[in-house]
């Protein structure tokens, strides 16, 4: 027992029917004195040593109602507690069947801290899953960080141990002693902690939810319109420096209104689990339940979402199932034997990050991240889970040279337990929270990413089951195009439009995310060629492009208005570009307008969104005038209404360019044009309807003759 090795403690402690009456014994390191209560009777318990206390009460057949008084001190008034180890399991046996089956899609109420009031008692059970332990105990701020006289009980193979601690409640600092199979202790955070102390610090905190949210009707209504049928337009956004130093309900001032201006559909927030290093900007997850404490409180955060609920806009979330640090009070061996990685090193160090990937094929493992994600949109009202590094997870050789990776049992690559994971987590949190949509950052080629899980594909697999695919093929050849001179743009056209050749093969979103502008990438803005009138149009002629592309839309925050640094996590954006007096701040202005423009036009144009997954959605007007650097295609609704979409990346204006159209609409109007004078650009627009005529050109009977502006994207619909 002193050790931290014992299994079953209540079979020691407590009080037991013996011969004569009832024994009662009381572990309680430091204490001076210890007396029971019961039946209207003090008797005082025998000190043992080592912090053992016992007594018998005569005469009784079975257990009475005990209470104990304890004194640590000579002269301190006694302590009055009740004792742990009176109390029965408060885990039902239908919680541990289903941890036991890594089935428990609410994992999250079985185990970890939970204030509750058990036989009639308020306290907190403590239950935590550490099956290779020899032993487990409770330490916090209530036992000075001495666990000895908590231990806990096994609850069977399940490998669960559990313990009812009268009078804790919320805000008690708390960590798990657990004693290693070899003997040695390790002291550990709660895996399932739902709120953390601020980081460095590290302890689990006990909590209760005691929000009441205000956003049913967003909540009936989010899943009314499939999403791929639907506007989103993605504001990315890391909480921590979006503006430094605001906490959750400070942001939720400020975020939603600003997202609501410009038009944006939905944010995304870059991870909000509780991690250790901020350098990682929460990809390096230990707390994979609490969101980080550094803006406050668990009820603060739903604060946040709410707020932006009523905004009308919706939240989604980074989670991060790929891996998690090595940090010794976290996750890692957790009792003392790999647990939540693989205990083979080639399948758990992950070479990139210097971090361990999940063993996915753990019944206990899968549980708690499917559970995981349940939770967040659960608990937390997200609309959506953005999953990151996908492709690390689905391919054994993943950053591995040869020798450095196991195959599976069929002697390929693909990982099959991390396959099914992600089937089985896409599948469950649709199946419990309607209207939530996933996203996948894939960047291979992997068969049926957002394919249903019982479709099997070509390469023998069921689909994943996500909602959307980043697509990061168009993001790499878009970008690498727009960063030419615009003279050697022509040798690299087909950058721009090869996206089309497999835009049906997954349903995507174009991201350009804040991997695009950190780590010597340059900014959005400052990736472009020529001067900074150049960059400027250049850049909002890619935005135009890209918002009218086939596919939902994300963007970093910063750049849409033209932020010319790399984003920094230590000040974020440079909200000074905008501060009137500032000498520039009409170009960065524009640019922001421009977006606003964007997003507005956008949601109120199905043809840009509504066939966005459907070949019938669009149809190219010309997409090889490689020697003029000019695209132009067609976006329909589901009635077939279209908008015309002209981009040309030369820096000339072109005049009476003659395009192909549809030859029942017999005029169109500029819709938006990138190149106007409010946006920051040389204002050459057409005020005017640009009428059609019988003149055939790039295989219609039908065309339109427009002037081009330079480094501008035009939109056009039927006048």
């Known amino acids: 027992m002193l050790a931290g090795e014992h299994h079953d403690p209540h079979g020691v402690l407590g009080a037991h029917p013996v011969r004569g009456g009832v024994v009662v014994r009381v572990l309680r390191p430091w204490a001076k004195e210890v007396t029971v209560l019961a039946k209207g009777r003090r008797i005082p318990l025998r000190s043992e040593g080592d912090g053992l206390f016992s007594a018998l009460l005569p005469l009784l057949r079975k257990v ?3 209470e104990l008084r304890v004194r640590y001190e000579e002269g301190q008034d006694e302590l009055a507690v009740h004792d742990p180890y009176r109390f029965l399991p408060s885990l039902g046996e239908l919680d541990l069947h289903l941890i036991g089956e890594g089935r428990h899609e609410e994992l999250w109420t079985a185990l970890g801290a939970h204030p509750m009031t058990h036989d009639g008692v308020a306290g907190t059970r403590f239950a935590v899953w550490a099956p290779n332990a020899r032993g487990v105990r409770v330490t916090g ?16 193979a399940t490998g669960v141990w559990e313990l009812f601690v009268p009078g804790i409640g919320e805000g008690a600092l708390y960590k798990f002693d657990i004693t290693r199979p070899d003997g040695t202790h390790t002291v550990r955070a709660d895996p399932m902690a739902r709120r953390t102390e601020c980081p460095p610090n590290t302890a689990s905190i006990v909590t209760a939810s005691h929000y009441s949210w205000g956003d049913a009707e967003w909540m009936a209504r989010r899943g009314t319109r499939p999403p791929h049928e639907s506007p989103i337009s993605v504001y990315e956004v890391h909480l921590a420096s979006w503006r430094p130093g605001l906490d959750y309900r400070q942001l939720a001032e400020q975020l939603p209104a600003y997202v609501r201006d410009m038009g944006f559909t939905h944010v995304e927030l870059m991870p909000v689990t509780e991690h250790p ?31 932006l609920h009523a905004a009308g806009i919706g939240v989604l979330m980074d989670w991060v199932p790929a891996h998690f640090p090595k940090d010794d009070w976290a996750l890692a061996e957790f009792d003392g034997r790999p647990l939540y990685e693989h205990e083979d090193p080639r399948r758990s160090h992950h070479p990139d990050w210097g971090t361990l990937e999940f063993d996915y094929g753990r019944k206990e493992v899968r549980n708690f991240l499917v559970a995981n994600a349940v939770y967040w949109c659960q608990e937390f009202h997200i609309d959506g889970l953005r999953v ?22 069929y002697g390929g690559r693909e990982n099959l337990d991390a396959v099914a994971f992600l089937q089985e987590m896409n599948a469950t949190v649709y ?5 939530i949509v996933t996203f996948a950052e894939e960047s291979t080629a992997w068969d049926g990413v957002t394919r249903e899980t019982d479709q099997v594909g070509p390469g023998g697999f069921g689909g994943l089951g996500f909602g959307m695919k980043w697509n990061m ?17 022509k040798y690299h056209h087909h950058e721009m439009t090869f996206s089309m050749v497999y835009a049906y093969s997954e349903n995507y979103i174009l991201p350009i995310s804040h991997d695009e502008v950190v780590h010597g990438k340059r900014s959005l803005v400052s990736k472009m060629p020529g001067d900074w009138w150049q960059q400027r149009a250049t850049h909002r002629a890619y935005l135009g492009f890209m918002w009218a592309h086939p596919g939902k839309q994300l963007l970093y925050m910063g750049q849409e208005f033209a932020q010319g640094a790399e984003w920094s996590a230590e000040h ?17 202005r524009g640019v922001q307008d421009l977006v606003r423009d964007l997003n507005t036009v956008y949601r109120d144009t199905p043809s840009l969104w509504e066939r966005d997954t459907a070949s019938d959605g669009f149809q190219w007007v010309v997409g090889d005038a490689a020697e003029d650097n000019v695209f132009a295609f067609l976006r329909l609704d589901a009635f077939g209404s279209p908008l015309l979409a002209v981009s040309n990346f030369s820096p000339v204006v072109r005049h009476d360019y003659r395009l192909g159209v549809p030859d029942a609409v017999v005029a169109w109007s500029e819709v938006l044009n990138t190149d106007a004078g409010r946006y920051g650009g040389g204002d050459v627009v057409g005020r005017d309807p640009v009428k059609a005529e019988s003149v055939p050109h790039h295989g219609r009977t039908a065309s339109i003759r427009m002037t081009l502006p330079p480094l501008a994207t035009v939109w056009l619909r039927p006048a």
């Open 64 to 66: 009475p109602a005990y």
């Open 141 to 156: 701020d209530f036992t000075h960080w001495d666990g000895t006289a908590l231990p806990m009980r096994s609850l069977g």
């Open 277 to 307: 290093f901020g350098g990682s900007w929460g990809y390096q997850v230990t707390g994979f339940y609490a969101p980080t404490a550094r803006m406050g409180t668990p009820d603060d955060f739903r604060f946040l979402v709410d707020a």
């Open 388 to 409: 990151d590094a996908v492709a690390s997870m689905l391919y054994l050789d993943y950053s591995r040279e040869h020798g450095e990776w196991l195959p599976n049992e």
């Open 431 to 435: 199946r419990r929270c309607p209207g």
């Open 473 to 489: 093929g168009w993001m790499h050849d878009s970008l690498e195009y727009v960063q030419k001179e615009p003279v050697h743009r």
């Open 572 to 588: 974020g954006p440079d909200w000074w570009l905008l501060d009137p007096a500032y000498g520039a701040e009409p170009d960065h």
